[in-house]
């Protein structure tokens, strides 16, 4: 079939030949094919199909150094032109608003999927021959260019999903495989990410081009994006991750806010992995009542859940079976500013936090004890922010607490006699505070220890509960 858009665009008397072509006449016909994928004439079935026939034929029959040249085209050089027709065939193959893809349409997109894919192939196959091109040096500009609109295509119909079939997958995955090889990354995370030090990575790039879909206004006009955007998230750990807050946590809180179950489990696993790769947990509590200051409460029934009270929730939930000391450290070193943050709605995690702060106490984590010492001042907090709710609590918090005292008064590890002395300290306080909200039954309860018990660090911490008198201020009340 003949070009149509080469009849305007063909030096006269000359060949007919994209190889042939000036490469103002070549830049011409992109940029008519441009105009057809993206104009009012794309929405005619025919007409489309057209155009992507002869963007086919455009990328087969021109060679690669013609096809990637960095200049000589009017207004714009290849690169860009090309990037701006990988955009077009990305937003031509995603999937419409859920409401509008039902049975066919699937159907339909996942056609458009596997035509797209392999277009994608052949203009990524030109840009692979290019690389071992003494007469086409311009590929890594034109790769850049590429990478981002045919990353996005290749995540969004690869993945398992209702527009998806299993020869668009398959297409997809070949894309995929194939701009790893062609960009020499061994893996996605390597993509994103960068493979060395020196290697910047497309990470902030990708974000940048989901962004606009990505708002509350427009994140379910492609049912897509969130998929797209939660692989991609997932690809990238620590320390790569840190620099990406700001572009990451507003989308997260977004999905995870949403009223239909499957978008709020989405999410909550964007925003775990954002916890667990990103050490800005006070800076979360910062940015939180920025997030929620058009949720006001109005005294009509229960107080909305909030940021804090997810996040809390998931920290709390990955705590209690969590035995790697170094990440028991770093959950329990933030938990008091999340409780001092809720203070009395608090009592909505209180069963959770019984048990992740007596299953801490329990468990030595070295000789400066940051997570035991932590996990007293979240208790010392919560007694005082969620008292009434503490009596009921009594018998297994004293015992955790007594515990406690016994087993770092025994201690014959290379603990500081400093940290030991700290220890003993806070969960004294603690008793105390216990004591006071118990009106005064751990008095009671401790009476026959000093005269039992010959340990005298144990029996000195007992006095000390004893000798602060019932209503006598103290500090940490």
């Known amino acids: 079939m003949e070009l149509d858009c080469a009849r305007e665009t063909r030096p006269q008397g000359g060949s007919s030949s994209p190889g042939d072509w000036s490469p103002s006449a070549l830049g011409q016909a992109f940029s008519k094919v441009l105009h057809r994928l993206t104009g009012q004439e794309a ?12 963007l086919g034929a455009l990328i087969e029959d021109t060679e690669c150094d013609r096809l990637l040249e960095g200049s000589g085209a009017p207004l714009r050089g290849m690169p860009e032109i090309l990037g701006q027709v990988a955009k077009a065939l990305e937003q031509y193959a995603a999937p419409p608003k859920e409401e509008d893809s039902r049975g066919e349409g699937h159907n339909q997109v996942a056609e458009k999927a596997t035509e797209v894919g392999l277009l994608f192939l052949k203009l990524l196959g030109k840009v692979e021959a290019s690389k071992n091109s003494l007469v086409c040096p311009e590929w890594k500009t034109s790769l850049r260019h590429l990478a981002g609109p045919i990353y996005i295509f290749a995540i969004t119909h690869s993945l398992e999903q209702p527009w998806t079939s299993p020869r668009s997958r398959e297409v997809a995955r070949e894309v995929l495989t194939l701009l790893l090889q062609v960009t020499e990354c061994g893996s996605v995370a390597g993509f994103l990410r960068g493979e060395n030090e020196d290697e910047k990575g497309r990470f902030t790039m990708i974000m940048g081009l989901l962004k606009p879909d990505l708002n509350k206004e427009s994140w379910k006009n492609n049912p897509a994006i969130k998929h797209v955007f939660s692989w991609t998230l997932h690809q990238v750990t620590r320390p790569w991750l840190n620099q990406h807050l700001e572009r990451i946590l507003p989308p997260s809180l977004l999905i995870s806010d949403d009223y239909q179950t499957e978008n709020k489990i989405l999410g909550v696993h964007c925003l775990h992995h954002i916890v667990l790769n990103v050490v800005v947990l ?3 509590l910062d940015l939180f009542p920025v997030l929620e200051k058009a949720q006001q409460w109005k005294g009509d029934g229960a107080r909305p859940t909030t940021h804090c009270d997810e996040v809390l929730q998931l920290i709390l939930t990955h705590m209690e079976p969590e035995h790697r000391l170094l990440l028991r450290r ?3 070193r933030h938990l008091p500013a999340f409780v001092k943050r809720l203070g009395i709605l608090t009592v909505r995690h209180m069963k959770r936090l019984e048990r992740v702060i007596t299953g801490y106490l329990e468990i030595y984590d070295g000789p400066e004890e940051e997570a035991r010492l932590k996990i007293l001042e979240t208790l010392k907090l919560l007694m005082q922010h969620t008292w009434p709710r503490i009596s009921c609590r009594l018998v297994v918090l004293l015992k955790a607490l007594l515990k406690l005292i016994c087993d770092v008064s025994r201690d014959q590890n290379l603990t500081p006699e400093s940290v030991k002395s700290a220890l003993l300290q806070e969960a004294t306080d603690c008793l105390i505070l216990l004591d006071h909200c118990s009106q005064g ?7 026959n220890i000093p005269h039992s018990c010959d340990d005298s660090k144990v029996v000195n911490c007992i006095r000390k509960v004893q000798e602060v008198s019932e209503g006598a201020p103290f500090d940490g009340t």
């Open 441 to 447: 039954q751990v008095k009671g309860l401790l009476a």
């Open 330 to 332: 770093t959950y329990a």
């Open 282 to 284: 006070l800076c979360l």
């Open 43 to 54: 929405r005619l079935g025919k007409a489309r199909d057209a155009a992507l026939k002869d």
